[in-house]
């Protein structure tokens, strides 16, 4: 199963995340932005050492996922942690969805991870989170 990937959107990028659950799903969506952002992974070393809670409420899963992908960037600008995966869970309580757990990731070296896209923020452009299939897909386009 592909876990994410990123698509061209005129002079933006897309990104999609793949999963079983909606969380593995938006966990996977960091995938696709870390690939953007550094420029080298070493998958098989990834230190996630470094863990920030996470709290983010809307009315919809599209609202909250572009909530979720710019709280995210705006960790790694000011904290510099370059984040892999969320773990947590996402809940409909009334009127509202909850996503709530961590963010977890390691600290953020040019020299390691190189330097890819910066990226401005998420938008609402192709914004979607949705089942098909029996498959969690959550997307948006990210400026860049």
Not at 67 to 72: A, E, G, T
Not at 86 to 101: C, H, N, P, Q, W
Not at 113 to 134: D, L
Request: net charge negative; proline share 1%; aromatic share 12%.
């Amino acid at each position: 199963m592909i876990k994410f990937e990123t698509f061209e959107h005129g002079a933006d990028i897309g990104i999609r995340g793949y999963g079983k659950t909606i969380s593995e799903a938006f966990s996977n969506t960091l995938k696709a932005i870390t690939v953007l952002i550094a420029e080298k992974i070493d998958w098989e070393n990834v230190n996630l050492e470094k863990k920030i809670p996470i709290k983010i409420e809307a009315e919809l899963l599209d609202e909250l996922l572009v909530m979720f992908i710019n709280k995210v960037l705006t960790l790694f600008y000011i904290e510099k942690i370059l984040f892999f995966e969320f773990r947590g869970k996402i809940e409909k309580k009334k009127d509202k969805y909850i996503l709530e757990g961590e963010v977890l990731g390691e600290k953020y070296f040019t020299e390691k991870f190189g330097c890819g896209v910066e990226i401005k923020g998420a938008t609402f452009t192709m914004a979607e989170v949705k089942k098909e299939k029996g498959l969690w897909i959550a997307q948006c386009v990210v400026d860049v």
